[in-house]
């Protein structure tokens, strides 16, 4: 089982213990509030993200479940191709956990998988995450307009890359 370590976290695979505190988490209208989906109005639509993240685990354990104390407060990680995510519970926001997280899953995703790149991308508007993104390495590669629609409002969308180290290739 692949479990990644740093000074306060453990990053490990989702786990059914995990639901309660990830239905905190995707049902939270603030930690929602940028990503591409409307709040978990129910916990089965959360089940159903964590079955579809642990049949993943199985076959590429690639999305981390960001803990602390085991207690699931987020995750990060690998989502599709080379196209990586992160979501954090409000609780936790403004204290780098997001930085130390992903300092440990960008080296592991560069040297488990072939991508010549990691990308990501986030609304325009948010921007904690688009920091972030920069503060990791990122440049913003383009911008798109109206890329998805929550309730009728339309969001635009900021992409970004980071090469993989030539130390890597």
């Known amino acids: 089982m692949v479990v990644l370590t740093t000074p306060r976290l ?4 989702p786990v059914p213990r995990d639901l309660d505190a990830m239905f905190a988490t995707y049902s939270d209208p603030g930690a929602m ?5 409307e709040p978990h109005a129910t ?3 959360t089940q ?11 076959v590429a354990p690639l ?7 085991d207690q699931y407060i987020g995750n990060a990680g690998n989502f599709r191709h080379d196209e990586i995510g992160f979501m ?3 609780d936790y926001w403004r204290q780098g956990i997001l930085t130390e997280a992903m300092g440990a899953i960008i080296p592991y995703l560069f040297a488990n998988t072939d991508h010549a790149r990691l990308t990501a991308d986030a609304d325009p508007e948010n ?3 688009c920091g972030l993104l920069r503060s990791l390495g990122f440049a913003e590669t383009h911008r798109a307009r ?8 339309w969001s635009d969308s900021v992409y970004f890359a980071l090469p993989r180290p030539a130390t890597l290739r």
């Open 10 to 13: 453990q990053l490990r695979g």
């Open 43 to 45: 916990a089965d639509i």
């Open 88 to 90: 954090l519970h409000p």
């Open 127 to 129: 921007h904690a995450s």
């Open 146 to 153: 109206n890329t998805f629609c929550i309730n009728g409002v």
């Open 33 to 37: 509030k940028y990503w591409s989906t």
């Open 48 to 58: 159903e993200l964590l079955d579809r993240r642990i049949a993943a685990w199985q």
């Open 63 to 69: 999305n981390f479940q960001i803990t602390m104390g």
